[in-house]
């Protein structure tokens, strides 16, 4: 049976004769509709968190990275990803911050002013460095001039023999210098007996026309156009080059795990006939990109994935990228890979809900808890009420009672008026959530009861003359007394 709450209000026994003209209050929420509203609300409120949540996780990150010297080929290729990133509109754009070289660059790092850097491996490397990625391999190329005039000499072709004589070191880092020094100790040659003259990649050529040194060295990528240039102008000036082999690369690179032994194919840098013509035996060293040890794992992993991904639009432009490689992620290598880009490379990288599943289900799990733990104690709150209006039905079964054997109608209207009193007192407490339907259906029942026996009696009680009321009256008052 469907409970009217319309009905409940309408069937007030203050005047039968004119319950259409008694206005009818609007019918209370129940509970039910209350504790729907509540979920719901609580249910857009968790969306709505969840999808800020999302919106601010996955929202473009700015990292700064840091890259120098001024016009390097590092500096062209970060410059390039910056665009490439942007164009591509991914989760994670660069800022370069261009430095003096790999040294500075690495103190950015160390210091926390800058989230990435290019630096060279077989630097110090700072402690709060993790790899993402391998930039590019360098290798050592070392080659003799043959003299001319009142300086030439014996020919050059062993590192062995370069005990009195001048190297000229392309470039100003002093990494360069350290190199050097590290291949002259592991052939027994005291660096202290070797001249060593540095100068610019722009003076090269100007310096083997001079004759400033006997014997060159250079470091960069097997295809970079400054050695090349350089090797081209001894060629020019100097005649046919020799190449000097590192034979002990291995051994340098068991003493010295940031160094790799590696060859210079035959060929490489042109020439008729080739230069080298034969393979020579060389070591090698890498540029890293490297991240701060507390970015985050996400952050990385997108920067590992975007990176790789844009790596084959920028060969065209700059043949270095197709260069850039995955970092060495054994435990025991030189520069501890960063775990994100780990995740990348092992495919093991997660999406947002994959991290944060477990957060929104036991999230989800304790606001249950919370709501059905609430919703207990609601009920708790108002055992007192809900007891009090079931004390009141039972006093309404007994006015039905009551109201069977009155004698006069003055008692079945104060009867009336209580019940109208039980009534309101039963919709406020339906309307606080005390008391279920259910309880309010079983109440309409027992006021349909007593609807009836009061109407009932009334008709009864109109159908006596009125002496045998009032006789019936005084003799009920008599007895109670």
């Not at 319309?6 to 929420?29: I, Q, W, Y």
């Not at 039910?32 to 949540?53: E, N, P």
């Not at 060295?217 to 001894?234: H, M």
């Amino acid at each position: 049976m469907k409970l009217s709450l319309k009905r409940l209000f309408g069937r007030s026994m203050t005047g039968e004769s004119n319950l259409a003209e008694t206005p009818s209050p609007p019918s209370p929420r129940s509970a039910a509709r209350k504790t729907a509203l509540v979920s719901l609300a609580l249910v857009l409120a968790i969306v709505g968190a969840l999808a800020g949540g999302y919106y601010f996780a996955m929202r473009p990150v700015m990292l700064k990275i840091a890259v120098g010297p001024a016009n390097s080929d590092d500096v062209k290729v970060v410059q390039a990803l910056t665009q490439a990133f942007a164009q591509s509109k991914g989760f994670v754009r660069l800022r370069p911050v261009q430095t003096d070289g790999a040294t500075a660059s690495a103190n950015l790092l160390a210091e926390g002013r800058a989230d990435l850097a290019i630096v060279r491996g077989d630097l110090d490397v700072p402690k709060n460095a993790q790899a993402v990625a391998t930039l590019r391999k360098n290798v050592v190329v070392l080659w003799s001039v043959p003299g001319k005039g009142k300086k030439k000499g014996a020919k050059i072709t062993k590192i062995a023999q370069l005990a009195g004589h001048r190297v000229g070191v392309v470039g100003r880092t002093q990494a360069n210098v350290n190199l050097l020094k590290v291949i002259l100790q592991q052939y027994g040659v005291d660096p202290a007996k070797v001249e060593i003259v540095q100068f610019p990649a722009s003076e090269v050529a100007e310096a083997i026309k001079s004759q400033k040194a006997d014997v060159y060295l250079a470091a960069g990528p097997v295809n970079s156009k400054i050695t090349s240039d350089a090797i081209a102008a001894t060629a020019k000036d100097g005649g046919a080059p020799t190449f000097l082999a590192i034979d002990s690369a291995d051994a340098i690179a068991q003493n010295h795990p940031v160094y790799e032994a590696s060859e210079i194919p035959a060929g490489t840098y042109g020439g008729s006939p080739d230069r080298p013509d034969d393979e020579v035996k060389t070591i090698s060293f890498s540029h890293h990109i490297v991240a701060r040890k507390g970015l985050s794992e996400t952050t990385v992993a997108a920067f590992t994935r975007q990176l790789f991904a844009v790596r084959q639009q920028l060969v065209t432009e700059f043949p270095l990228a197709a260069k850039i490689e995955t970092p060495d992620t054994d435990k025991d290598a030189v520069i501890p890979v960063h775990p994100g880009a780990a995740a990348f490379v092992d495919g093991e990288e997660k999406t947002f809900l994959d991290k944060y599943s477990d957060y929104i289900w036991w999230s989800l799990m304790a606001l249950s808890a919370t709501g059905s733990l609430g919703a207990w104690f609601a009920g708790y709150l108002k055992k007192d009420e809900r007891n009090g209006n079931s004390h009141l039905r039972e006093r309404l079964l007994d006015m039905i009672a009551a109201a069977r054997k009155s004698e006069t109608t003055d008692e079945l209207d104060q009867m009336q008026a209580e019940a109208d009193e039980i009534l309101r007192d039963t919709l406020r407490c339906y309307d606080h959530g005390a008391i279920e339907e259910g309880a309010l259906t079983a109440f309409n029942i027992v006021l349909d009861q007593f609807h009836t026996a009061v109407a009932d009696r009334k008709a009864v009680l109109s159908s006596l003359p009125q002496n045998l009321q009032r006789t019936g009256a005084q003799f009920r008052a008599a007895g109670n007394a």
